[in-house]
Antibody, heavy 121, light 109 residues
Framework: EVQLVESGGGLVQPGGSLRLSCAASGFTFSSYAMSWVRQAPGKGLEWVSAISGSGGSTYYADSVKGRFTISRDNSKNTLYLQMNSLRAEDTAVYYC??????????????WGQGTLVTVSS | SYELTQPPSVSVSPGQTARITCSADALPKQYAYWYQQKPGQAPVLVIYKDSERPSGIPERFSGSSSGTTVTLTISGVQAEDEADYYCQSADSSGTYPVVFGGGTKLTVL
């Protein structure tokens, strides 16, 4: 059974930093791209970042480029999101998601339960 | 990048058929995917590759594509189907791999 468990969320002041983690199990972690998707309170889903299975390729939404860094440790089956220079508009539930990707397909077949990040003074 | 447009809300009575649309210029070149999200829960994939249903998803959920519009159809809607539904596609340009629609709130009257 695929399981994705996020951690690391919390309250942080504007300009601060936070690192999210996502522990994966139930599949061969290194064989799949992974992604972070966030949802601001009462709003829709917003794709944040993605990383290839090897970790060699990373992608970011314009809204977080230069501030967030996605990474993974395949030996620990863990995905990370380092968030720096946080802003109030980064307040959201952050979901970790397993990616199904081919040249013609790109979607999320499993999601974690999410971790809440609140940026406020 | 591009946008996916969904109606903000759809309402149906139990047992009726609900249809939720999602439109964009790039859809003919990319597959579309649908997620169901109930309050306080993570999204769940209900349709992939326009019309394929993952294992465990009830047969009343189906998807179709026509031109620049994809449609999620829920036949014989049940109270438990009340949720937000999001379409998603991928941009082949490589700079913005993933786009979500704004979401549709399905209300079962």
């Amino acid at each position: 059974e695929v399981q994705l468990v996020e951690s690391g969320g919390g309250l942080v002041q504007p300009g601060g930093s936070l690192r999210l983690s996502c522990a994966a199990s139930g599949f061969t972690f290194s064989s799949y791209a992974m992604s972070w998707v966030r949802q601001a309170p009462g709003k829709g889903l917003e794709w944040v970042s993605a990383i290839s299975g090897s970790g060699g390729s990373t992608y970011y939404a314009d809204s977080v480029k230069g501030r967030f860094t996605i990474s993974r440790d395949n030996s620990k089956n863990t995905l990370y999101l380092q968030m720096n220079s946080l802003r109030a508009e980064d307040t959201a539930v952050y979901y970790c998601a397993k990616v199904m990707a081919t040249p013609l397909e790109y979607y999320f077949d499993y999601w974690g339960q999410g971790t809440l990040v609140t940026v406020s003074s | 990048s591009y946008e996916l447009t969904q109606p903000p809300s759809v309402s149906v009575s139990p047992g009726q058929t609900a249809r939720i649309t999602c439109s964009a210029d790039a859809l003919p070149k990319q597959y579309a995917y649908w997620y169901q999200q109930k309050p306080g829960q993570a999204p769940v994939l209900v349709i992939y590759k326009d019309s394929e249903r993952p294992s465990g998803i009830p047969e009343r959920f189906s998807g179709s594509s026509s031109g620049t519009t994809v449609t999620l159809t829920i036949s014989g809607v049940q109270a438990e189907d009340e949720a937000d539904y999001y379409c998603q596609s991928a941009d082949s340009s490589g700079t913005y791999p993933v786009v979500f629609g704004g979401g549709t709130k399905l209300t079962v009257l």
